[in-house]
């Protein structure tokens, strides 16, 4: 549209004020937000940009793939990735409390870009010039809640906003910083994105990390992995992706309760399903979701996941609640 259209002259022309000729870095996450900023930014600085996919370990089942096919697919861009999961899971070792995940996550991938970034300016295509620029898909939304908005409270910590380290040598390039995410989508379809990123469900930044309630290891990684794959998969194959603003599928690590499967005792622990129908994350009520789904997600989620043994629906609106539990 006319708006979205000057929205993005806009963006494209401060981008180039504020980059130069240098080089620059963007994350990309797999999710709407950092693939609209990198589009963006690719319009306005072309071959200047390296994407960044940190693997942290704490993706969802098929997303590292996702983000490696789809977005290079769909803008061409050059695409570093980073394996780190032994950097965040060492890092995330015998930590519970909810900031102070945020806080190592939001540390350890400005560490992973830093580290990135010295490669990228290694490679030919940089020449050796340092990367002095980081691209983030910061939403209006992510500011406030972290306390960056005029008289706002710190709600929680976003990895990209207050989970910042204090010794940042980026300057960061935020191009999404004043857009909702209804916006955020409009210039993602305009610069020609495909419907299945711009389309796509929010994720956070911090992944898995946030949704295991207690602490976050390989193997509870794995079992939440696995009944968010069955959820997700039950939420599409209902055709009600679009009902949905997002689903997190969250793993109670510390809570355990008796159960009884096949002949047996168990005593497993719970998932908490937390649907929510939502405009921009701000303010959202609690999906409901015919009860038929939600039947067929608890029943293979309890068959399939041996370590869970009790499927729960959180029935909250944001507020009090927030859409994640962490
Ligand atoms: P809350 O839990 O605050 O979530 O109601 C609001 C929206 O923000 C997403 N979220 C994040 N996204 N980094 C992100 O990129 C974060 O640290 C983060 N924390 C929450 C959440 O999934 C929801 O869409």
């Known amino acids: 549209s006319w708006s979205t259209g000057n929205i993005i002259e806009e963006h494209v022309q401060r981008i180039r ?85 945020r806080k190592i996550i939001g540390r350890e991938f400005i560490r992973s870009f830093e580290a990135a970034a010295e490669e990228v300016a290694r490679s030919a295509a940089q020449e050796g010039e340092p990367v002095r620029f980081l691209v983030q898909g910061t939403l209006y939304p992510d500011v406030v809640e972290s306390g960056g908005g005029e008289g706002a409270a710190n709600i929680k910590s976003h990895h990209n906003v207050g989970g910042l380290p204090e010794d940042l040598q980026f300057e960061l390039v935020e191009p999404l910083r004043t857009l909702f995410k209804d916006e955020v989508r ?101 999906s409901r979701l015919p009860y038929d789904l939600l039947a067929r997600i608890s029943n293979r989620i309890t068959n399939e996941v041996e370590e869970v043994n009790r499927v729960v629906l959180d029935v909250t609106s944001k507020p009090p609640g927030t859409i994640e539990w962490e």
């Open 17 to 101: 004020e504020q980059v130069g000729s240098a080089s620059v870095i963007c994350g990309l996450s797999g999710g709407v937000d950092s693939a609209v900023a990198a589009a963006l930014v690719q319009r306005a600085v072309g071959d200047q940009l390296t994407c960044v996919f940190v693997d942290h370990g704490l993706l969802r089942e098929g997303e590292a793939e996702q983000v490696e096919t789809d977005f290079v697919a769909a803008t061409g861009v050059r695409l570093h990735v980073a394996e780190e999961k032994e950097r965040f899971l060492g890092a995330l070792a015998g930590v519970t409390d909810p900031e102070q995940k």
């Open 186 to 286: 409009a210039v993602g379809r305009e610069l020609g994105l495909p419907e299945e990123i711009v389309g796509r469900q929010p994720f956070p930044g911090p992944g898995l990390g946030i949704r295991i309630i207690g602490e976050v290891t390989e193997d509870r990684l794995a079992v939440l992995r696995r009944a968010d794959a069955i959820a997700r998969e039950e939420l599409t194959r209902a055709g009600l992706d679009e009902d949905v603003w997002q689903m997190p599928v969250v793993l109670l690590a510390d809570v355990r309760s008796v159960g009884v499967q096949g002949d047996g005792r168990t005593y497993g622990h719970p998932i908490v399903l937390r649907p929510v129908s939502s405009e921009d994350a701000m303010t959202a009520d609690w």
